[in-house]
């Protein structure tokens, strides 16, 4: 019913910037926001970033805060993260979804940071 679509992913060094874009597609009408989640092997899943889709930000989390901007443009179905001065701590997966309801997730986005 809903496809998601991450982008943008990739090897930067330390300090870097990247740009991921998630592209949704299908019946998206029943979400109000949408939320970049990151997951490292051997770590949980972690909300990064979220946003309605009236392009209110929601949250950040902490480790992110002044470094990653989260966006949307409605007309495209798009929601954005701008990642600057990336850390080899930011080293993830990316996936985006809507916070409520959930969908299917996508593939994701690979960024992996070299120090």
């Known amino acids: 019913q809903v496809q998601l679509v991450e982008s943008g992913g990739g090897l930067v060094q330390a300090g870097g910037s990247l740009r991921l874009s998630c592209a949704a597609s299908g019946r998206t009408f029943s979400s109000s926001a949408m939320g970049w989640f990151r997951q490292a092997p051997g770590k949980e899943r972690e909300l990064v970033a979220a946003?309605?889709?009236?392009?209110?930000?929601?949250y950040y989390t902490d480790s992110v805060k002044g470094r990653f901007t989260i966006s949307v443009d409605n007309a495209k179905n798009t929601v954005y993260l701008q990642m600057n001065n990336l850390k080899p701590e930011d080293t993830a997966g990316y996936y985006c979804?809507?916070?409520?309801?959930?969908?299917?997730w996508g593939q994701g986005t690979q960024v992996t940071v070299s120090s």
């Open positions: 946003i309605r889709w009236s392009g209110t930000v929601l």
């Open positions: 979804n809507s916070r409520a309801p959930t969908y299917s």
